[in-house]
């Protein structure tokens, strides 16, 4: 996969796991991500999970990992899980589903 170099966007799907809706978390996590400058979008899933699909730069997805397994988020998290590929068509901005 092209990207670890910092040179290419990537994406990086993230599975966050505790207690993390009901609790502005995607807010959030959208907040911290338009900052950072990324592409995608946050869910809520069905099991309880929030999922995370963020594009940009390697460096720039590990800055919103490294927040998400932070003190600050909102909830309490307990897990994180995330995978890397290419990126797709991309996205428009960053959306809360």
Same mark, same amino acid.
């Given at each position: 996969m ?11 799907? &993230?599975w ?9 978390f ?8 338009l900052? &950072? ?24 997805c ?13 909830g ?6 995330? &995978? ?7 996205y428009?901005?960053?959306? &809360?589903?």
């Amino acid at each position: 996969m092209q990207g670890r170099d910092g040179l290419q966007p990537v994406r990086a799907t &993230i599975w966050v796991r505790g207690r993390v809706q009901q609790v502005g978390f995607r807010w959030w996590t959208r907040a911290r991500a338009l900052e &950072i400058g990324l592409s995608g979008y946050t869910s809520n899933l069905g099991d309880g999970r929030v999922q995370v699909v963020a594009e940009g730069l390697h460096g720039e997805c590990e800055q919103l990992l490294a927040l998400l397994r932070g003190p600050d988020t909102p909830g309490r998290v307990t897990g994180v899980t995330e &995978i890397w590929s290419a990126t797709g068509e991309g996205y428009d901005g960053f959306a &809360i589903r």
